[in-house]
């Protein structure tokens, strides 16, 4: 099977009842797979919206029937306690029929500062992702009951009564070496936000070889290709900062403040804009050859789902398939 | 209109799927709401389950229209952050349409003890408790951000993106006077744990007059009435032993050894086991006189659903609106 093409469910850019008519009419459309963000906040105030992910993630398992489901990605260190995700990702799994796969990441200051004790260094999130995804792991296990007592999070007597037949697979999201190795001991699948071959070698050396890795790409798909770079700006320019910035801001207003100097002809030449299929083609290429097997793509704008799963359905799948196999 | 009758989908009795099933079916045969139960553990082995209620509501309002959905209870100190049960419950309003209420409690070891901080005594449990339903319903007035310093939480600049214009109503769960003061104050409904006029009154007196008090009564339905017994010692010999006992044990073993002592016939003397609506309709006025408007049924064994609903269709409510009135 060739590269499969992804729908994102973006829960900083639409409401909870919008992200499940989206995801239903993805399904239609023919998405091979879908993956849902899980927010307290968008990176600005001009996304508009941040619903439960998981509240979400339950109607939309409900609404649909094929189309595989995954979180991309959820923190299990501050917000929710690890085995608390466990429970959530065992039902998702029974609610879908097999369908599910949990991403974690180690967290952005964005949404984990709600619950307050401020944001540690990223190797300390690391520590702390690491011993989340024991736990989660241990727990999937089933095998009696789970007691933990890490550096960072305690675990007593912990067991999941209902857990699927299909094991719940674990992606962990990527963005350098420790972050790789993490992937490779520890998960089933690599998730990565950039075409970097790199990432999937550190991925492969410390036990990732042979298994799936899942990248993401934003477009802004439009027949008005200057409304479509408008609109990438307005809703995007954070985007191009880089997870060096990202993971660190602590609300929009400093996604706003950080991105003042991002100017439409940036955001133009990072991100496909308009209707040019050849060139998303040629952008998702990047990551076939770095070897990613599975690519979700982003529309950008909440408003703006149905054209572009209209455009899916008549243009970008039918080229996808041509380029990617399927 | 007179006393309201609820279905409630029991998470300890019962799968994912078969609670969004039963839940459905409770809407087709006409029940007035439902409610459903938030745990980590059953109180059993027995019993044999234990998914994630947010989850699994997410898929009920997906697969519902019309019956109001809450939970009964949810605890907002321990496995979850108030700041994230706000978000939640957010989420599932607009999902559902308006239908949701967000029921509190102060919680259960049973449930709480997985996170390992220990169990305190039950006057911080009510502390924390005021503390999480401040955070909650300041994040619900969606006055711009939420900051909080609390003995027990902290919120950090939260704030909720995704507010139902319909408010989510907040019930929380007393069982004496300092929590019934507790919910006259802050909350827009009492979950009662006994049908005892003075917890109204309490209510009342702080503020609760005129709103809605929920209450709930477990059945064992059958046409076997000896089955219905055995099913009820089987399933629930943990429910007489009373709150001052529920909230202590930290697992289905401890629950096991506490009720050995408890014998069918205890179980035949204080839960309804058998066919007869007459002993449901008057059990339930004892609730109604005590000033319940809500009233919710618990039918005992999770593959005991389908009976049970079949006969509420044909039995119990034609004689509930009889009773009680529309």
């Not at chain 1, 209902?162 to 520890?186: N, Y």
């Not at chain 1, 207003?253 to 083609?281: N, Q, T």
């Not at chain 2, 010999?237 to 506490?258: C, H, I, M, Q, Y």
Request: aromatic content about 10%.
């Amino acid at each position: 099977m060739g590269m499969q093409l992804g729908y994102t469910m973006m829960t900083e850019q639409a409401g909870p009842k919008d992200l499940v008519s989206h995801v239903v009419g993805a399904e239609e459309v023919g998405f091979d797979f879908s993956v849902c963000s899980d927010h307290y906040f968008p990176w600005l105030d001009e996304m508009g919206h941040a619903p439960h992910a998981w509240t979400v993630l339950g109607a939309a398992a409900q609404a649909t029937s094929r189309i595989p489901l995954m979180t991309y990605v959820t923190c299990p260190s501050f917000r929710y306690h690890p085995a608390v995700v466990a429970q959530k990702a065992a039902t998702l799994q029974l609610l879908s029929d097999g369908r599910f796969t949990l991403g974690l990441g180690s967290g952005e200051n964005l949404n984990e500062h709600v619950v307050g004790g401020g944001w540690p260094a990223a190797d300390v999130r690391q520590e702390m992702l690491v011993e989340a995804a024991t736990i989660i792991r241990d727990l999937f296990d089933g095998e009696g009951y789970t007691n933990f007592r890490g550096e960072h999070f305690d675990v007593e007597s912990a067991k999941l009564f209902d857990l699927p037949e299909t094991r719940v697979p674990i992606g962990i999201a990527v963005s350098g070496k420790q972050s790789g190795e993490i992937a490779g001991e520890l998960a089933d699948l690599m998730i990565a936000v950039e075409p970097n071959a790199e990432l999937g070698e550190y991925f492969d050396a410390a036990g990732g070889a042979g298994k799936p890795r899942v990248g993401q790409m934003p477009i802004s798909f439009g027949t008005d290709k200057a409304a479509a770079v408008t609109r990438a700006h307005t809703l995007f320019r954070w985007f191009g900062l880089g997870w060096k910035v990202n993971a660190e801001l602590p609300g929009p207003p400093a996604f706003d403040s950080a991105s003042s100097f991002v100017r439409e002809e940036d955001v133009d030449s990072s991100i496909p804009c308009g209707d040019d299929v050849d060139a998303v083609i040629e952008a998702a290429k990047e990551y076939a050859d770095a070897g990613f097997t599975h690519l979700a793509l982003v529309q950008i704008g909440g408003d703006q789902q149905a054209p572009f799963l209209e455009w899916s359905r008549t243009a970008l799948m039918p080229a996808w398939r041509e380029a990617f196999g399927g | 209109m007179g006393m309201q009758l609820g279905y409630t989908m029991m998470t300890e009795q019962a799968g994912p799927k078969d609670l969004v099933s039963h839940v459905v079916g409770a809407e087709e045969v006409g029940f007035d709401f439902s409610v459903c139960s938030d745990h980590y553990f059953p109180w059993l082995a027995e019993m044999g389950h234990s998914p994630h209620a947010w989850t699994v509501l997410g898929a009920a309002a997906q697969a519902t229209s019309r019956i109001p959905l809450m939970t009964y209870v949810t605890c907002p100190s321990f496995r979850y952050h108030p700041a994230v049960v706000a978000q939640k419950a957010a989420t599932l309003q607009l999902l559902s349409d308006g239908r949701f209420t967000l029921g509190l409690g102060s919680g259960e070891n049973l449930n709480e003890h997985i996170v390992g901080v220990g169990w305190p005594p039950a006057d911080v449990r009510q502390e924390m408790l005021v503390e999480a339903i401040h955070i909650i319903r300041e994040l619900f007035d969606g006055e711009g951000y939420t900051n909080y310093r609390g003995e027990h939480f902290q919120v950090e600049s939260a704030k909720l993106w995704d507010l139902p214009e319909q408010r989510v109503p907040i019930a929380v769960a007393a069982s004496g006077k300092q929590s019934c003061t507790i919910a006259g104050e802050l909350a827009d409904a009492l979950v009662a744990g006994e049908p005892n006029p003075k917890h109204g009154e309490w209510f009342a007196a702080a503020g609760g007059a005129g709103k809605p008090r929920y209450g709930q009564l477990p059945i064992a339905f059958d046409t076997d009435r000896a089955a219905a017994v055995r099913r009820a010692r089987e399933l629930f010999r943990w429910g007489s032993l009373g709150w001052k006992v529920n909230t202590e044990l930290p697992g289905p073993p401890a629950f096991d050894a506490a009720s050995a002592f408890v014998r069918e016939e205890d179980i035949a003397e204080s839960i309804l086991c058998g066919d007869d609506v007459d002993a449901v309709i008057e059990t339930a006025r004892t609730y109604a006189d005590a000033g319940i408007t809500h009233m919710s049924i618990v039918q005992i064994g999770g593959d005991q659903q389908w009976p049970f609903l079949d006969w509420a269709r044909t039995t119990l409510l034609p004689a509930w609106r009889e009773a009680f009135g529309d």
